[in-house]
């Protein structure tokens, strides 16, 4: 049996991603594909890899407002932020379950929202139930959707951030047995492909601004900051900096996490060890051998998350990496992931597990 | 009912994505992988995106003379030239089909094969009986493989290669229909990406000289001249050029026919509407409609072929461009495709229809 | 002593060029850089390259109308076409050498332009005493400009576009020796770089629609098509497809002539020891040995076309391939040279004549 | 007048782009190129960008004993370590004034070389009076080789390796006005393109491993974290993790100092201004605004190191970012640097102040 699913913002790199991945879902059916930008105009016209498909080349793109939408068993939100806070509240009334993308219900404090997205939350009643979506370190926050889900309550799913995703992926074992010391900067160097930066042409976008040029951007400004923290439990201690590299698909994050003293003699190989404990049973995270570093383009295209571990002796620091695809497990992968839990289905389900080899 | 397959190359480019695409087909069941090179090595461990993953990360390479090769239903040969020649005839005998992905038994005159190749044909006798594994303009020779197979003997497929894949999916059905005037060079330029150039690390496929350089190879002495000859039927009117671009997977052959004065009024929108009659139920070929061009980031990973056509009234020509993956739909894919027919299943059986949009 | 000089559309990507070189040249001195869209900018915010550099970061955009450009000795015209019909009048009428970048004063027949422009010619009567800035080429034309500009009138250089020189440059030889046979096709397939498209930041332009891509585009209805053929000679015959690659800067034009009667035996290595004589003393050109290939990283920032060559006996054809740097030798630098040439300087006077080795 | 110098290691890619500068250099004049591998080559057959052009193109390589060595004024050496300890004692020997590349003189004290590059040192003697090659932080030590030039004495130079020059002069002002806190790690992670990988061929600069794909390297075993914590007096501290991206030329460091309490207030603004002071008359090195970054492409080709920072006050820590070309201001470029200064020429002479626009 199939559900019916649509999908907001259809026509950005995460909204297509999304399509991609729903056309192929074998549980879900894809009923709308909104975009005020290009409404009218078909998939396959707008994403030539779909010219001349059957069964999703023709497709056309509706306006957000399309009624189908509010007769789907769920909804993705592939919007910016503000766009959620005006499509989520109706959705959840009219009984469907919402699959955000955006940032709009990810923070816990709706103030700390308004202090970095500088507006005001309007639906800051919803936060508290709202399960945040990233499975392998809210997996009952998600079991809690899918129970109010199978009970026939609508749920709200706020999936995590890219930048977050991998960041979080990568440090939270540690945090969480207790290996990290108390105060000091926890250092976050991030490196996006351009397929973060969005759909939108302008001069940083330009292929002849972009290849062969690294840089880091947004420094002590990115939004993903607050996130970070949030989910480490680490507050004002993040020191993030993003940085854009000339690829497409492929986020890495290298976090430096001081180690307590507890931890001061704690080895790579114990280390792997324990992650791999952490993390037994999820088939999208897999922990390298000691020695062995992630590389992006061992995830693009799919949902897996390679994590590489290191320590530091002389400076006592843990250097923990994850690589995902910023797209994917970044964003598209992870919501039909989310999805997948909330109906009852097996996590993998629809999605990539291995990137092309080459 | 899965059959069981082998791969004899498997750690080369061809190879890697042969193993990526069986490890996903529902039908075949992969039972031996073998790289004299890498042999006792894990894929994982060879080709890091398979790290971890579970049913292929552990697969470990054998050599090419692994005695479960011979009880397979089938064994695909990724190799160099000559390598299938020494592989072939035994497995045959053994009872096994072959898929072969080389250039060993692609032209029909070893005559032809000793004067490109440089090397004696030691298997003249099995040439008659090949099926030549162009599905789309060779469905014949596949359904004979299919009656022989179902009969219970053994079918041997020689792969087309992928510069006459893209170039011939193009221009045969121009040839096909006689719009081609007789006589005068027909140019093939086209361009492919660094996986082209095989796994072999050397100054070509050093990262600092492929990228930001395109040039030309081979030229005027390319071995997939004569078979380009032999599909389209232009013996010694070829004129191809091959070119290496700063892009992984993708190859684009833009052919240029002078058009017959029979033809001389065609449009491109008869040319589109006569190609599509002739590409009707072949499900990986699309025909853009005129003025679309095709992209091989619109095929990339995946088993389809892009087709753009155009016509220049004043030098009266047809440009023909087809784009291809490489190692999909001009290596690994178009064999599996193959195989899939001669096995009596769907072609598209296991093989990525859609690219990544972005 | 030093020649004023100057700039309109200095913020484009052949005139940041331009200014690159004129920066650095010993004899000119640049008095103005205009953009319209960047006025009040500073070249250093524009492009970052200049930031903070002495003499160079601090320079300012201005507009189209700068009253110092009529007080230049010469003004480089980097403008899309029609808006050099719009400048170059007045600033010749106040006695100023213009060096034309665009492509209005390139066709010798208004016509011609006004059919492939789509716009009517304004100043036709300039079309005759233009030199035609290919001065490999066109060595008469631009001495005629040099005297008189010595005698004290301003000269028009109408610079050739960057797919018609190299182009010509790898073709003209043939031509001009009478080796290529009378009617049918000659086919042009030439690749450029990402900034052939120019600074517009588009869907096409966009890193990820760039990245990993090839495609041809205007297939059949490129501009540069009757600009090939009025160098050439070739009336009609010119079927000419571009290719757009991954990279920033190259241009790469495969050109394939049909051999005349008379010209059927030619080797590789005549044709090689011919085009040596052909340019014989001209800095910027170097034909390569037979069997070498032009790579567009070996000229990539510099002035300099690589050129190679070889024959299909069996097709009866040459193929003749180009490589330039399509800003340098094919925009700014050639542009440079004629100026160079126009001003009685040596034509290597403050150009690159080697690229970047790696 | 020209002084006589010969580059051992041409070959290399730090010892191509010595070429390139040299040969344009006004006053050195290029004797001898030497490699081993390469000798009897010509300087244009092994990197194409030479092919052709006059008094360069035809420069062949001799073997690294080639006599005419100790007959320069001064030799270059492009050279992996060890291989430098093989060759500067004999040179200084016969008089020759040796500006090494390598690492083998960098570390004052030989039990860290030892520990780091598993070798002895075999010339310890040398490395009290050796000057270490980073022109902006270590003028004294130039100026003393000046004069000990002029003196008529040889002097050794070993330049600061890429990493290194790129970390140390982003952090070493905020370090000597003694904003750092004691303790804690500093974090520097940095991102190379690939020719900083070298010109070996093997599987990781194969472009289909290296393009598309950003991974770290050497993760708390990079072998210039000794050399980073030696110029900024940071013994044990600095947690230095490299990446490798898919470019060419490039090379970013992001440096996260924790600030001592005395610099808590500390603004971006404050940090710009007093890093412009310290860095006053140094034509290479360019901070840039406040709210500015770095890019690597605005210094490729260029011996140009531009300058980033921002402070983030809620964890107390500046972050400060530098990019260099790493083939140039990280290598070739700063070798020549030191050079000129050494032959009490103005640092700039011959090199190239600003990168390609695009």
Redo the contacts between chains.
């Keep these: 049996m199939a559900y019916t699913v649509g999908i907001v913002g259809a026509a950005g ?1 995460a909204g ?2 999304l ?2 991945i729903l ?2 879902h074998p549980d879900f059916e894809l009923r709308a594909i909104t975009s005020n930008a290009d409404a009218g105009q078909a998939l396959g016209s707008v ?8 069964g ?1 080349g023709d497709l056309v793109f509706s306006t957000h407002d399309d009624p189908v939408l509010t007769t789907c068993d769920a909804v993705f939100l592939a919007v910016p932020h503000t766009a959620a806070l005006a499509a989520a509240p109706g959705l959840l009334d009219a009984g469907v379950t919402v699959i955000d993308l955006s940032a709009d219900y990810r923070l816990s404090d709706p103030g700390t929202y308004e202090r970095w997205y500088g507006v005001s939350h309007t639906s800051p009643e919803l936060l508290q139930d709202r399960a945040f979506g990233l499975p392998e370190l809210f997996a009952e926050d998600l079991d809690r959707a899918a129970e109010r889900h199978a009970a026939g309550a609508p749920a709200l799913v706020a999936c995590a951030g890219c930048f977050p995703t991998a960041t979080s992926l990568a440090a939270a074992p540690a945090v969480r047995m207790g290996w990290v010391a108390e105060g ?2 926890v ?1 976050v ?1 991030a ?1 996006s ?3 973060g930066a969005g ?1 939108s ?3 940083r ?13 947004n ?2 400004r990115h939004r993903h900051t607050p996130e970070i923290e949030q989910i480490l439990g680490l507050d ?4 993030f ?1 993003p ?1 854009l ?6 986020l ?1 994050s ?1 976090v ?1 996490l ?1 180690l307590a003293p507890s931890a001061a003699s704690l080895t790579a190989e114990e280390a792997v060890s324990a992650y791999r404990s952490f993390y037994e049973g999820r ?1 999208f995270v ?3 051998d000691a020695g ?11 949902n ?1 998350c ?1 994590i ?1 571990l ?3 002796h ?4 843990l ?1 923990a ?1 994850g ?1 995902i695809d910023n ?1 994917c497990k970044g964003a598209a992968g992870q919501a039909v992931q989310c999805a997948n839990i909330v109906f009852g289905l097996d996590e993998r389900r629809g999605l990539p ?6």
């Design positions: 790199y297509v991603e399509a991609r056309l192929g994403y030539p890899a779909f010219a001349g498909v059957e999703a000091g900067p250092v160097d490196i492909g351009v397929t759909k042409a302008n001069a976008t330009h292929y002849c601004s972009a290849d062969e040029n690294v840089e880091a951007y420094v002590c004002g201690r993040v020191v900096t940085h590299a000339p690829l497409k698909r492929g890495l290298t430096t001081p088939p897999r922990v390298l062995q570093v992630p590389k992006t383009s061992s995830v693009a295209g799919s897996a390679q590489g290191a320590v530091n002389e400076a006592s620091a250097i990496i690589a797209l597990l291995v990137a092309l080899p080459v």
